[in-house]
């Protein structure tokens, strides 16, 4: 009874070690191919505590809350298990332990989306303690937790893509379906958004994702977006000649 007792607070012990902040060596969000793209950076600082919980404290409340509620860590010994997820896109982590400040291993990217005939995204990835900011330990309440069941694809994958078939809701100048470099264009008075449109070419409400705007987001702003975005009607993807649901981004000029 005493070595259980022992053991189990030496377990306890591992695992107060774990909790506070970290950098990553890449951004852990939903791009696989986000190294150097400053808006992912955010991605990188991680901060974990009890409950097996994984923090992202410099993203957005809205965000922020949509990560946490699907991500989590354990430990076992001296091997790490941390995944940061949406349920739609995100990495696990394996790592080992090089000493008190460094945890070292593997990042797979995961995703819901069919990417036929590719092999996962496999990265090297390190961890490294750093200082938490006091403003990274205040509270955010839970996210409901979500999960997509049907197929998924993107917009590469299908053989037509989504397409809107509403009006431009009022205060929309135009709407872009965005696809590889046209990502990473410099926006003005514009807004980069993610979300799903269903087989039905309904837009999923709960994958609406704010990737970047200019001006930065904002409650306003996330309020006008969500407003829209229920307004819009799209032609949904085609594979053949079935309807499926794809994983959109656009780009919204605002009037």
Sequence with gaps: MMLLARAT???AQNAQELFGCWAASRPLGSRGDATGVPSEARFQTLRLSDSARVHLPLLERGERTMWEARSGWSQRS???SLRVSTGLAGWQLHLRR????TWRGTATYLTDAIARGRPPLRVPLELTRVACDPAWLLPVSPAPQ???TMPLYFDFQVERPVRLRSPLPVGIRKLVPLSGKERDTT????T???FVVDSAGRPDMGTLKVLRSAPPSSAVLEQALSTATRAMEFRPAL???RPVAQLTQWRIEWR
Excluded at 98 to 101: A, E, G, V, Y
Aim: glycine residues 8%; proline residues 0%; charged residues 20%.
């Design 187 to 190: 926006l003005v008075n514009a």
């Design 239 to 241: 594979l053949g000649n």
């Design 9 to 11: 607070n030496m377990g």
């Design 98 to 101: 090089i000493d008190q400040r």
């Design 192 to 194: 980069v958004v993610q």
């Design 146 to 148: 979500r999960r997509l």
């Design 78 to 80: 001296d091997s790490l």
